[in-house]
């Protein structure tokens, strides 16, 4: 798989039906191993590790109903009290980020309300904290750290 712009990581690799498959540490079982599953592993691992965010408040691929549609989201990191602190979207290294990517990932975020987004492919990240009051968001350097409220 493809280097990304992400510290190094360690991984469990098996052969599944003549396809790899990674170990999802929080899902608890292998999933094929696609270009957008590296890129999410490693977000994972970025928040878990750098980032510090507990893994007991970190979720991914679920299903959300937005405008009547289902929905899922790669990753979402909540508060302990479930608040969302976090939504981040991935693509794969290949995906180039637009303002499509934007754009889904704020009407993913109407009806989550998280205070901090996270757009990335692997190889560009974007960060940014939302300004409910002005209906914007705000670009960051990085993601903050985790830090109980």
């Given at each position: 798989m493809q280097k990304l712009n992400f510290p190094s990581y360690s991984f469990r690799f098996k052969n599944s039906q003549?396809?790899?498959?990674?170990?999802d540490e929080l899902r608890?079982?292998?999933?094929?191993?696609?270009p957008e599953e590296w890129v999410r592993q490693h977000?994972?691992?970025?928040?878990?590790e750098e980032k510090k965010y507990p893994s007991s408040l970190i979720n991914v691929e679920k299903q959300l109903k937005?405008?009547?549609?289902?929905k899922?989201?790669?990753i979402v990191v909540f508060e302990?009290?479930?608040?969302?602190?976090?939504?981040?979207?991935?693509?794969?290294?290949?995906?180039?980020?637009t303002q499509d990517t934007f754009d889904q990932i704020a009407r993913y975020n109407m009806s989550l309300n998280a205070d901090l987004l996270m757009v990335t492919n692997?190889?560009?990240?974007?960060?940014?904290?939302?300004?409910?009051?002005?209906?914007?968001?705000?670009?960051?350097r990085e993601l903050p750290e985790y830090t109980r409220k």
């Open positions: 003549n396809k790899i498959a990674v170990f608890k079982k292998f999933i094929i191993l696609t977000c994972v691992k970025f928040l878990r937005l405008a009547g549609l289902t899922r989201y790669d302990p009290e479930g608040d969302i602190r976090i939504i981040v979207e991935c693509k794969a290294p290949s995906v180039k980020i692997g190889i560009q990240h974007f960060f940014c904290r939302m300004d409910y009051d002005k209906e914007t968001y705000i670009f960051l």
